[in-house]
């Protein structure tokens, strides 16, 4: 940082974090998320000023011999950071299996900081993390449905007592390609089967499987009920 700032140098270097939280802003307010442009503009022009006011005010921090106090001004930014991240852990919410805003947590932090590089001065370094951080949330976002991802449910079928047997449901299961991980056996009137499945798919857990078409055409079959487990499930 340099330790003089000019009029010129200030209003670049806000101007740079305005673009900046644009267009991170722009990228997740056209996908509907909370934190949108206005807020992403904000946060990244906040950091800036934090940042700026710190080497303003270097010149007249430091320490010589009459000195009885030392200001740090690097207490400015980092004061900056903790700031955010409360705020990013009050846009995390859980609800059940269902984990939302983790995406909009991380975007909060990664605006921060580079409102900070701007506010430092450093635009080549602050240009090159908007470029990656733009990459990462409008590009990648599009390669994720192509991954496989480990995905769960729970399976219970009900069976008549002289029906499909237990041995003979779980190998049906595991020819479908799930893998019971496991096996809970009820007896009463009927015999009730409940087991928890994994798979690997770039398919969503909600469609209904064929294995489930398959199982209804075995004898004895009464009932099926299939619901996916999301276990690492998460919303931006």
């Not at 700026?52 to 000195?67: H, K, M, P, W």
């Not at 900081?113 to 430092?120: P, S």
């Not at 951080?133 to 007592?161: D, I, N, S, Y």
Request: with cysteine; proline share 3%; glycine share 10%.
């Amino acid at each position: 940082m340099e330790s003089t700032v000019t009029t010129t140098d200030i209003l670049l270097r806000l101007a740079a974090a305005v673009v900046a939280g644009a267009i991170i802003g722009f990228d997740r307010g056209t996908r509907g998320r909370i934190a949108g442009l206005r807020t992403m503009i904000l946060v990244c022009v906040a950091a800036a000023g934090a940042m700026i006011e710190a080497n303003l005010i270097l010149s007249v921090t430091g320490r010589n011999g009459s000195s009885f106090s030392m200001m740090d001004t690097l207490r400015f930014p980092l004061g900056i950071l903790s700031g955010i991240g409360f705020i990013g852990a009050g846009a995390i919410l859980k609800r059940g299996d269902l984990v939302m805003g983790v995406t909009t947590a991380a975007t909060l932090w990664i605006v921060t900081v580079i409102g900070l590089i701007f506010g430092a001065g450093y635009f080549l370094l602050g240009g090159a993390t908007v470029v990656i951080t733009f990459v990462v949330l409008a590009l990648v976002v599009k390669l994720e449905p192509l991954m496989e991802r480990q995905h769960h449910a729970e399976l219970t079928v009900e069976v008549g007592e002289e029906g499909l047997a237990t041995d003979r449901l779980c190998s049906i299961v595991s020819e479908a390609g799930y893998t019971v991980t496991t096996l809970a056996l009820t007896r009463a009137d009927k015999r009730r089967v409940h087991c928890r499945l994994t798979w690997r798919s770039r398919r969503a857990p909600n469609d209904v499987p064929a294995v489930i078409d398959q199982l209804q055409r075995q004898p004895g079959v009464s009932s099926i009920d299939w619901r996916p487990v999301e276990a690492g499930q998460h919303a931006d």
